[in-house]
T-cell receptor
Framework: GAGVSQSPRYKVAKRGQDVALRCDPI?????LFWYQQALGQGPEFLTY????????KSGLPSDRFFAERPEGSVSTLKIQRTQQEDSAVYLC????????????FGPGTRLTVT | DQQVKQNSPSLSVQEGRISILNCDYT??????FLWYKKYPAEGPTFLIS?????DKNEDGRFTVFLNKSAKHLSLHIVPSQPGDSAVYFC?????????FGQGTELSVKP
């Protein structure tokens, strides 16, 4: 079956621009997660949805970051007024259930802010 | 402060031998752990997991060992194959969110 897909795969934005990153989870997966991965580091948690409810957004680095999952399937991570420190790979993962269960990752979106 | 640590950034192993990747954690409340493999330009791929009620879980060539008293887990790959060359991440589940280590780059030489 189809895995988690993300688009675009690569995004170059000028500093100050807004960007929107899309995630299509595995069909039927209730939980959806966003992570940020800097070069040479492990992924770091940003936010977590169970269906359309955003249960945890403690990892979002600033109020410029916003995520939504309005119908409980596709999710969008939006970054407003991008800054150079936002450059990273943004990973989306989905899971059948929220806790103590394997998460399946998409290929990521590499964001470069110039 | 890193709650999950992989202290070896890299490991090189001969094909056919055992690869042992190590991971330490600080939070004794963690009760579920996972290992992921990552190739360049791809997302992490789930390999194997273990619940804290167990001390070992095996799946084919991959075995994960958990030592709760030492707050240490390890991933054993036997026998190692060149296709296993990748970055390996351990992660702890904290209420659904995964806390990752920094990764260990494994190189398996023919």
């Amino acid at each position: 079956g189809a895995g988690v897909s993300q688009s675009p795969r690569y995004k170059v934005a000028k500093r100050g621009q807004d960007v929107a990153l899309r995630c299509d989870p595995i069909s039927g997966h209730v939980s959806l997660f966003w992570y940020q991965q800097a070069l040479g580091q492990g992924p770091e948690f940003l936010t977590y949805f169970q269906n359309e409810a955003q249960l945890d957004k403690s990892g979002l680095p600033s109020d410029r970051f916003f995520a939504e999952r309005p119908e409980g399937s596709v999710s969008t991570l939006k970054i407003q007024r991008t800054q150079q420190e936002d450059s990273a790979v943004y990973l989306c993962a989905s899971s059948l259930q929220g806790q103590n269960y394997e998460q399946y990752f998409g290929p990521g979106t590499r964001l470069t802010v110039t | 402060d890193q709650q999950v640590k992989q202290n070896s950034p890299s490991l090189s192993v001969q094909e056919g031998r055992i690869s042992i990747l190590n991971c330490d954690y600080t939070n004794s409340m963690f009760d579920y752990f996972l290992w992921y493999k990552k190739y360049p330009a791809e997302g992490p791929t789930f390999l194997i997991s273990i619940s804290s009620i167990k001390d070992k879980n095996e799946d084919g060539r991959f075995t994960v060992f958990l030592n709760k008293s030492a707050k240490h887990l390890s991933l054993h790959i036997v026998p190692s194959q060149p296709g296993d060359s990748a970055v390996y991440f351990c992660a702890a589940d904290q209420g659904g969110k995964l806390i990752f280590g920094q990764g260990t780059e494994l190189s398996v030489k023919p």
